[in-house]
């Protein structure tokens, strides 16, 4: 899949992290592509790897982490070879990162203004004049009312949702190519949530970056991405677009991800669930790591890994489900509907083929 | 602002009164008089003396006379040195406390927050454990130890400073050490436990993600967070080098006031007493006011006034 589009590509990306009980694989064999002006969200549960996989992107993972192999291609460049100096010139400057909770990741003691001109300051070499009139402008851009007078402000000054409009400033005033999103609405409010969410989108427009966007909330990822991977026990068990995902998923996982979000038609007065915790990944299990808690398991399953089942151009699973010779079976009730949904959204979307918006609205209804 | 200020120093002169009034009647509280082992002097003699400095009158006489002197600027005679007055015979004598105390916080203060930085950076490694082991040294050994460690390595067998007197900055190396090693020691202790928090903190996750080196880190981001809790133990320690000096100086017999206070102390000599003390609650209620006016101005969220949010 090397394509010219593709402003990231990361492969076979393995990270152990040492430990006094052995060594946890937190990262077990990830690759995946990043293209550009995309949305890309990676979804999972905690300590499916995630925010591993940003860390290791941007080189800052602790110093216990130990990258067994793999490589990760920013515009021809492996950013795995690259040494802690040629890594700080990359970092807020070609691929920048919003963190999950606004209230601790500005610098208590440091004037709102001066922390987003920072970055300006250190990689183009900006006087503190200039940066902060930079600064300025891009406050404005986020949506800070009244940043003239605010700029000199400290960050306890603010609330929660405009912190993170200031740490989404600093990440964006350098326009990345990448922005990696880690989390970045967690923890806001439900109505400030999609205000950021909003605002990451038109902003997105503006810059034309690239987002990896990674959340635990599904809900999060139909408005916001365009391709979506879902993450399980360190490794990415599927990966299509958006729709795809949402209306014709294939491993277990993803079902059990997708019944567990309440939807405003869902009925019933239990929230369905995943049963069972995620494995301990000091010790893997063989097979399909999922097998355990998955209803839908075969044989196979504890005893041989799945590999990826191409399931259209672009959508492919990682479940022996998709084998030919697997048994058929049917996914839980809502994941038919959801089938049904999408196949007739195809139907209707080939009659008015000429047309290309109905897509998009629908995705709306969702 | 000036508010603030002027509420602070009616504070501080309501402590003073405290002082005043309680080390007062402490004092008299004390067994004997400034007279007590003169044998030489007859029991008229006696009463005469004490009828000149006013020691025949009642204590509470005594304690409302030495309050109005006070006021108006005048603290008493000292009985032992002749009769010099006691503003004139401290003020000549708390230049050399005064600079001995100030280098000993100021090279402890900073000497223990590079060393205590260090420790945090360099966190679980032998540099670390070094620091460590230097900040539980010098918490654990007393001022007058080291004093007397000093002048016999650095002093009798090196012979790199003098070892006693007072006369040119040279003079100052020993005590200063001596006094230093207890503020370097505890803010060494106190930076590395912070700053080992703060290198874990969010903001420092995101100021490495702006591309900032390892030292623009440590310095635009971690330093400052890292120093504010200091300023709490700032007072502690200037109380710790004002009792430390009283010993270190007579070990090497600095003519300061920490000397002078113990042999007032030891001769009953209450004019001094009470001079002393007031210089020194006073120097401690000036260190506390200095301390939380830095307070605010390091960190934001506690200024004093201007807008809150």
Redesign the interface.
Known sequence: MDNEKDILEVRNLQVNFKTYAGDVKAIRNVSFDLRKGETLAIVGESGSGKSVTTRTIMGLNASNADITSGSIVYKGQDLLKKSEKEMQAIRGQDIAEIFQDPMTSLDPTMKIGRQIAEPLMVHKGMKKEKALAQALEMMKLVGITDAENRINDYPHQFSGGMRQRIVIAIALINYPEVLIADEPTTALDVTIQSQILHLMKELQDKISTSIIFITHDLGVVAGMADRVAVMYAGKIVEYGTVDEIFYNPKHPYTWGLLSSMPTLDSSGDSLPSIPGTPPDLLDPPTGDAFAARNAYALKIDTEQEPPFFKVSDTHYAATWLLHPDAPKVTPPAQIVERQEKYATMQKAWLKTQQSTTPVEEEEEQQ | MAKYLAKRIFYLILTLFIVITVTFFLMKLLPGTPLTNQAKLSKSQIALIYQQYGLDKPVWQQYLLYLAGAVKGNFGTSFQFSDQPVSYLLSSRIGPSLQIGLQAMIVGVIVGIIIGAFGAMKQNTWVDTTTTVVSILGISIPSFVLAVLLQYYLGLKLGWFPIAEWGGFIYTVLPTLALGATPLAESARFVRTEMVDVLS???I?????????RM?VIY??AL??SL?PLITIVGPLAVNIMTGSMVVENIFSIPGIGEQFVKSVLTNDYPTIMGLTIIYSFMLCVVLLITDILYGI????IRLTGKA?
């Open positions: 903190s969010d903001y996750e995101l100021a490495k993600a702006k591309g900032l080196s623009g635009h981001h400052r967070n504010i390091v960190d934001p969220r949010n």
